[in-house]
């Protein structure tokens, strides 16, 4: 069974730039994460949604970013206009909620972002 | 609120050797602990978990036991090898919550 599929790996862009990060969650999970991990801060939760409503956006940095998810099986994490302090390595991690069993994210491989 | 401390790395051990990273936690209640590891190049996975006091967590050969009298959940492995080279995140969940809090992970390097 396919894993959590995010794209692109590697994106390299300029400042001032709209840089689009893409999740594909596992088929029938319906909770999704966006993590954002650096040397300085870690991992860092972004935002989650569950039955793609977002419940916590409270992670999110500033008004730069912004998270969509149109359908169970897809969405994506902008920011428009980057900055160099965005680079890092973007997670996306999804689970099947509501089963009683807590915490067992299935991550993807991330998404590398450089700003120049 | 709740938080996740690690023993700052990185560690480098000889493969054969016993490997201990330290992790506490600080939540109200009674959280959920985890480990993840995070081999090069990829995302992280689950290595073990514990959902209760004295619990223990284990998985190809590492062990976590859930301490509440000192809000300890540390990783211990007899014997490493090579391929445990990777980084290892504990963290944590409360109440029943998805989100994961994660200690800033420790870097593990084992040598032939």
């Known amino acids: 069974d396919a894993g959590v599929i995010q794209s692109p790996r590697h994106e390299v862009t300029e400042m001032g730039q709209e840089v689009t990060l893409r999740c594909k969650p596992i088929?029938?999970?319906?909770?999704l994460f966006w993590y954002r991990q650096t040397m300085m801060r870690g991992l860092e939760l972004l935002i989650y949604f569950n039955n793609n409503v977002p419940i916590d956006d409270s992670g999110m940095p500033e008004d730069r970013f912004s998270a969509k998810m149109p359908n169970a099986s897809f969405s994506t994490l902008k920011i428009q206009p980057s900055e160099p302090r965005d680079s890092a390595v973007y997670f996306c991690?999804?689970?099947?909620?509501?089963?009683?069993?807590?915490?067992?994210?299935?991550f993807g491989e991330g998404s590398r972002l450089t700003v120049l | 609120g709740n938080s996740v401390t690690q023993m700052e790395g990185p560690v480098t051990l000889s493969e054969e050797a016993f490997l201990t990273i330290n992790c506490t936690y600080t939540?109200?209640?009674?959280?959920?602990l985890f480990w993840y590891v995070q081999y090069p190049g990829e995302g992280l996975q689950l290595l073990l978990k514990?959902?209760?006091?004295?619990d223990k967590g284990s998985n190809k050969g590492f062990e976590a036991t859930y301490r509440k009298e000192t809000t300890s959940f540390h990783l211990e492995k007899g014997s490493v090898q090579v391929s445990d080279s990777a980084v290892y995140f504990c963290?944590?969940?409360?109440?029943?919550?998805?989100?994961?809090?994660f200690g800033k992970g420790t870097k593990l390097t084992v040598n032939p």
């Open positions: 514990a959902t209760k006091a004295d």
């Open positions: 963290a944590l969940t409360q109440g029943g919550s998805e989100k994961l809090v």
């Open positions: 088929s029938g999970h319906n909770s």
């Open positions: 939540a109200t209640g009674y959280p959920s």
């Open positions: 991690a999804s689970i099947l909620s509501g089963t009683g069993v807590t915490g067992e994210l299935f």
